[in-house]
């Protein structure tokens, strides 16, 4: 239900005290390498190699960090970790993690749909380390032949590194064609250097 749901252009976001909400925004918001935006300073922060970065090695970890110590409360319960480390296992769901040392210090997740990516949530313990793994994130899946990268709602954040709106038609139709585009993220991130 939960890969058809994003296959249709939906995703669930819920708090504790309600019934699991399916949204569908119009607008909706998307990211892509021609409108990508990297600052000059996490440029810099990138080539001096402070940070490591790896893809899948601990999905469901980054889930549970992008849901703990947010002030304005999280949907990401032991249910949807669940949930989503299933979709992970059979390779529809995806994580980039970033690391300090061996210290975890940011990473994202998302569901995958055909040449779609559907960035879910991240976070950060380290300064600048989830814009790491936001900008890596669109420069890899791209090349690996993604065509449609979702980061749902347009937030200042966002919009600083380059994320734009489009109508809910629009990016149905953009969905549409890239559900069934196969593309292999997962033999795509073996290729990478750990």
């Given amino acids: ?24 925004p119009d607008p909706r918001c998307v990211m892509d390498v021609e409108h990508l935006h990297v600052s000059t300073s996490l440029a810099r922060l990138v080539r001096r190699g402070s940070f490591r970065i790896t893809w899948n090695h601990c999905f469901s970890r980054v889930m ?23 979709l992970h296992h059979l390779g529809q769901a995806h994580s980039i993690e970033v690391w300090s040392g061996d210290a975890l210090a940011g ?14 949530s991240m976070f950060h313990r380290v300064r600048d380390a989830s814009k790491i793994a936001l900008a890596t994130a669109i420069a890899t899946l791209f090349a690996a032949g993604i065509r449609l990268f979702d980061v749902q709602f347009l937030t200042p954040h966002l ?10 038609n629009e990016y ?23």
């Avoid at 990473?107 to 879910?120: D, R």
């Avoid at 590194?161 to 109508?167: D, V």
């Avoid at 969905?175 to 750990?194: K, Q």
């Fill in 1 to 24: 239900m939960l890969l058809n749901a994003y296959e249709n252009g939906i995703f669930p976001w819920y708090s504790e005290d309600s019934p699991i909400l399916w949204w569908s």
């Fill in 64 to 86: 549970e960090e992008c849901g703990s110590g947010r002030e304005d409360g999280t949907w990401i319960f032991p249910e949807m970790v669940e949930a989503y480390s299933k």
């Fill in 107 to 120: 990473g994202l997740y998302g569901v995958q749909c055909g040449a779609g990516f559907m960035a879910e």
């Fill in 159 to 168: 919009e600083s590194m380059g994320a734009y709106e489009i109508s809910r």
């Fill in 172 to 194: 149905l139709d953009r969905l549409e064609e890239a559900r069934i585009i196969e593309v292999d993220l997962c033999s795509a991130f073996r290729a990478l250097p750990s």
